[in-house]
């Protein structure tokens, strides 16, 4: 017998009834595998039924009375967010701002269906690794030879003004002409975390913590010490149990 393909849940919020009846039709039509569990009118009934049903995938509209998509993403907080988030709006400058915020994608009004199909494909691409099983690879010119790292050989990545030193597990080190947020936009985060402006670190190779000037002081595996900051310690927390 044949293993039945898995189906993602998703739920609609957006103040147009139309609109959300269209997302409806177009994801049952052109998405096979994303089921729309219902659709709501504001972000009240949408963070409910967030919480109540525990959605998969959530296509929020922006503007919307009575509170917009970012407002309801700001209750849910990075570390406690389990559903993927795709914003959906008539205006192209919210772009670069839903990504800033977490989203895993964003469609703009109206709806191409090529973009919703090239969507469905990157959500089941999403689904489909998990941290145990995936690794990214990052480039990197040292020593004027051009060097593909492991994200899983990664201990942590140290700002150094704007180039970045990044520690492996054998102990060695690479500085390279990235700065870390470049450097974390070509790993996936799902091994590297994001922990200070001068750090991210392998959360699963970290020896020890202690609070130290309102900051964490965090002993890796190989004896380097990282910082992180009060932003991230939630995220932090979370990371390590």
Known sequence: MLNKPRQYTAIVIDDETLD?????????????????????????????????????????????????????????????????????????EYGIRAVKSGAFDYLLKPI???????????????????????????SVFTNREREILSESDIVCIEANGSYSRIYLLDGSERLVSKNVTQLMIELNGLKIKRVHRSFAINPALVKSYRVSGGEFEVELSNGVLAKVSRKFKKEFKAYVG
């Open 20 to 92: 959300r009846k269209l997302i409806r039709e177009l994801v049952n039509q052109y998405c096979s595998g994303i089921v729309i569990l219902n659709d709501y009118p504001d972000i009240i009934q949408g963070e409910a039924a967030i919480r109540a049903s525990k959605p998969d995938i959530v296509f929020l509209d922006i503007n919307m009375p009575g509170g917009n998509g970012f407002d309801l993403l700001d209750r849910f907080s990075k570390s406690h967010r389990d559903f993927l988030l795709v914003f959906i709006t008539g205006h192209d």
């Open 112 to 138: 191409d269906i090529d973009e919703l199909i090239t969507l469905s494909d990157k959500i089941f691409d999403h689904f489909e690794v998990t941290p145990e099983t995936s690794n990214a690879f990052i």
